[in-house]
């Protein structure tokens, strides 16, 4: 297929075109770098070997994006465009509405005028809220906690509307857990910009000196430590989810809701021991507060994406943490 990768010089979208490519794929990306660097893409050129068109716009522009889909003869598009940090939608709601439930908004669009009639959505477990509890199966109730989560039900709302009114329409809307890791080369991996919001970029740049010390925000959840609880999914096997999911449903028309995740959870003790364990660092760490908006636990029945798309994560969190220390040692400073 000739697949059209939006958001694809970020953290999830470089290693899917790694496993776009390795399984027979072309891809085309559309990216405006506002979280991404050019050289991203440039090391997925140097991984696979291959020329990746690129193209730096902007998912609002609708002429810019015609321009793209006039060049190309696109099968299938793979949305991961957009903003995720879930503080900053709370200080900037309207930039978050724009660019994530807009902009799809216009690539349905455009879509459509190319009749072009298959996506991939890159929602969230965020958007099941707090739990009621775990695991999570695809039919948990739905409730957004914040503006960011917010724009991933809405987008989620507004596709399924789109395949009511266009019957060939297919959607596949993939609710992703906790992503972390990199591709095993250690040339590709995730490179927030600033103080890292996340877990495991925090604690790799504590490994690496940026950082000096982990605040882990709560030792008194219901958990198995007290720590909070996610299910951490490996990046590469987050994209080969992408992979299965369009080879297996790509041509039924309707809407396909799965949950990406490995089914298990680890605490923030338990990835801090896992990574001290790949990386051969201690790591400085102070039990703080609470953070205003986190859950004890959330981690994800997998069963589904198993059953229907022939699909699962295969890597541990061992393997994780290695990949995410072969990467940031050798790239301290990410892509700069
Ligand atoms: P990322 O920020 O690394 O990648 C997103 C890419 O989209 C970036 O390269 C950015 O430059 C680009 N982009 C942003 N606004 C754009 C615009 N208006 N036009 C064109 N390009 C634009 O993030 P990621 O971690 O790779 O996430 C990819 C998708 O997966 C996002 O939609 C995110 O909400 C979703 N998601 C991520 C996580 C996670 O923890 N990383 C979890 C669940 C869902
Ligand atoms: C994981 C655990 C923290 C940082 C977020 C978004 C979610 C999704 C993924 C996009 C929690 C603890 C964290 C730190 C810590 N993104 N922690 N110290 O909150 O599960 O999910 O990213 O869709 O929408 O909300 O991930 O990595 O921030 O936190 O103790 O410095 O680590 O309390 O228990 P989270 P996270």
Redesign the pocket.
């Known amino acids: 297929m000739n697949i059209l990768v939006?958001?694809?010089?970020?953290?999830?979208?470089?290693h899917t075109l790694i496993t776009l490519i390795e399984c027979g794929h072309a891809v085309v990306v559309?990216?405006?770098?506002?979280?991404?660097k050019a050289a991203a893409l440039k090391r997925v050129e140097q991984i696979t070997q291959t020329k990746i068109p690129f193209y730096n716009?902007?998912?609002?522009?609708k002429s810019g994006l015609d321009e793209v889909f006039a060049q190309h003869q696109i099968d299938a598009v793979i949305?991961?465009?957009?903003?995720?940090a879930v503080g900053e939608s709370v200080q900037k709601p309207l930039a978050y509405y724009d660019?994530?439930v807009n902009?799809t908004r216009v690539i349905l669009d455009v879509m459509q005028k190319h009749a072009v009639n298959s996506i991939v959505f890159?929602?969230?477990?965020?958007v099941y809220g707090d739990p009621h509890q775990v695991p999570i199966d695809e039919s948990f109730p739905l409730k957004a906690t914040n503006p960011?989560g917010r724009t991933?039900l809405f987008v989620e709302e507004m596709l399924k509307d789109a395949a009511i009114a266009n019957d060939k329409l297919n959607v596949i809307i993939l609710?992703?857990?906790?992503?972390v890791g990199a591709h095993e080369s250690g040339l590709i991996g995730?490179d927030p910009n600033g103080i890292p919001n996340?877990l495991v970029p925090f604690i790799a740049q504590v490994a690496v000196g940026k950082r000096e010390s982990l605040a882990i925000f709560g030792d008194d959840y219901q958990t198995v430590d007290g720590t909070g609880v996610r299910d951490y999914i490996h990046v590469l096997d987050l994209a080969q989810g992408h992979v299965s999911a369009l080879e297996k449903k790509h041509t039924q028309a309707g809407v396909h809701i799965y949950n990406l995740g490995t089914g298990n959870g680890s605490s923030v003790l338990q990835v801090v021991s896992a990574f001290e364990k790949a990386s051969g660092q201690v790591i400085n760490y102070k039990i703080c507060e609470r953070r205003a908006g986190d859950i004890a636990q959330c981690f994800a029945l997998a069963s589904k994406a198993k059953q229907e798309l022939d699909w699962q994560a295969t890597r541990d969190i061992d393997t994780m943490m290695e990949d995410v220390w072969r990467w940031q040692s050798g790239n301290p400073d990410g892509y700069e």
């Open positions: 939006t958001g694809g010089a970020g953290y999830i979208g470089t559309v990216d405006n770098l506002i979280n991404s716009v902007d998912i609002r522009d949305h991961f465009a957009g903003l995720k660019v994530n902009g890159s929602s969230s477990a965020t960011y991933k609710r992703y857990f906790n992503p995730e996340n």
